[in-house]
């Protein structure tokens, strides 16, 4: 839920989302309308899928518990190298190594402060760098810090995330494809099922791409 979107937003509905589906398990059985259901306002919604599909798989391949190996996570849906790491630090306390925006200001301000001679700092060099202050650090308390750290500097006015080879600006939500989306799935939700133009087309498309969507003969639902 943290991913791409801002901790306020997050709080509330991560405690509803725990209320309704308190176990792995729970999760695995719901419908995705009633999982999108929840979902709904954070945006992003394949996350939605992805995790309730990851339930799934954890349910059927790993009894239920979820694994705490790079590579059994990996096998997981809609699990990255990211989020296979972040579960290992902050689920199981395991070393590992966690590269995000506020981790990126915090490794750039203190070690690549050369405005001038470090653009395009790559996330290679920089986990590099990581690796070498996490040693002998607790693996969860320190990212942590770190990631506190690094909102704390933002709040200052330092940004520097711009110097990663990385870094994409995000665009704008307002009128955008993600907007449409979102409010599709909110639609269907209504019991809408016919088409509104060109982009609520559009939007459809896309989500029946992603799974989230199904229709037939210009009818629509919830996959």
């Known amino acids: 839920m943290l991913q791409q979107t801002q901790v306020p937003r997050v709080i509330g509905k991560y405690n509803e989302f725990l209320k309704k589906f308190p176990t792995v398990q729970a999760l695995a059985r719901a419908p995705l309308a009633k999982v999108l259901k929840v979902w709904s306002g954070l ?10 599909d990851a339930a799934v798989q954890i349910v059927e391949k790993y009894d239920g518990k979820v694994p705490c190996d790079y590579d059994s996570l ?14 290992r630090v902050f689920a199981f306390n395991e070393p590992d190594t966690l590269l995000e925006t506020n ?53 200052t ?19 955008s494809l993600r907007q449409v989306r979102g409010q599709v799935l909110r639609d269907l939700m209504k019991g809408a099922k016919g088409r509104k133009g060109k982009k609520w087309a559009e939007a459809l498309a896309s989500l029946a791409r992603d799974g989230l969507v199904a229709g037939q003969k210009g009818t629509w639902r919830i996959a």
């Open 43 to 52: 945006g992003y919604n394949r996350r939605a899928k992805f995790l309730r």
């Open 74 to 87: 990996r096998t997981l849906s809609g699990i990255g190298d990211y989020t296979a790491r972040a579960i």
């Open 103 to 155: 981790i990126r200001t915090v490794l750039i301000h203190h070690i690549y402060s050369d405005v001038l001679k470090n653009i395009g700092i790559s996330d290679a060099e920089l986990a590099t760098v990581a690796r070498e202050v996490a040693t002998a650090q607790d693996p969860r308390e320190w990212h942590w810090a770190l990631m506190d750290y690094g909102a704390h500097l933002k709040k």
């Open 157 to 175: 006015g330092i940004r520097n995330n711009h110097k990663s080879a990385h870094y994409v600006r995000q665009s704008n939500f307002e009128g």
